[in-house]
């Protein structure tokens, strides 16, 4: 599929009427959107006529759809992609802020500089390719570290590992790291409940009574807040 350079038209002063701008974002779109239609079509070894027979209209109104001279509907083409098993991804950006508007849970969109394009360009990569290689490179790293520091002989690690007794440590790590991606007020609490779930429903012991289970509470915590503190210092990104 074509990529059109949103991001070089929109550095192109070709007009300060704010109806000039917005007609050509309209335009953008309607390339950009009726091309990948047409290729994700095209991918499932469809005519026009056979994905009509499967949406239960005319071959005219998959033409119509896939016309960018022509306006469509937003029902319409959700409908056309739910039949090629695709999805829309919408996202309002405002400054700073992006707010994703679709309800893909698989996805999230990211409003990514312009200067990583190329730095993509320079590896001979796509901005997606690019970007999903970091996220992998930064991911792996984090986890590896994790890893690496439960498996020391470091005390904290050693109450990690008695605590969590049973659990492999590549699955540890990859809770803790899933912990540390949370905002700094609700990570160590997570850390906390993840602790608390190696703890079995008896915890270890008969008829406690609630001091024995304040203290392993207060206990908890502190073996929280020492685990992200030596993670901390082992170069695991606290984000």
Not at 71 to 100: C, K, T, W
Not at 107 to 135: K, Q
């Amino acid at each position: 599929m074509k990529k059109y350079n949103f991001q070089e038209w929109l550095n192109t002063k070709v007009s300060h009427d704010p109806e000039v701008i917005l007609e050509g974002k309209l335009e953008y779109l309607r390339l950009y959107l009726t091309d990948a239609m047409r290729e994700l079509r095209t991918k499932a070894g469809l005519t026009q006529a056979q994905l009509a027979e499967k949406l239960g209209v005319q071959q005219a109104a998959v033409s119509k759809l896939e016309s960018a001279l022509k306006d469509r509907d937003i029902e319409s083409v959700l409908r056309y992609l739910q039949v090629l098993g695709a999805d829309l991804l919408v996202a309002v950006s405002s400054g700073d802020e992006l707010y994703q508007v679709s309800d893909s849970e698989g996805v999230v969109l990211v409003d990514v500089p312009v200067e990583v394009r190329a730095l993509a360009e320079v590896e001979g990569m796509s901005l997606r390719e690019y970007v999903r290689a970091a996220i992998r490179h930064f991911s792996q790293r984090d986890v590896s570290v994790i890893e690496s520091f439960l498996e020391s002989d470091e005390p904290v690690a050693v109450k990690v590992r008695k605590r969590l007794g049973g659990r492999a440590i590549s699955e540890i790590a990859a809770e803790l790291e899933r912990c540390l991606s949370l905002s700094e007020d609700e990570r160590i609490f997570a850390v906390n409940n993840l602790l608390a779930g190696g703890v079995s429903a008896g915890g270890g012991g008969m008829n406690r009574d609630s001091s024995d289970e304040g203290e392993d509470e207060i206990e908890l915590l502190d073996l929280a807040e020492e685990l992200l503190e030596k993670l901390g210092e082992y170069g695991v990104d606290m984000r």
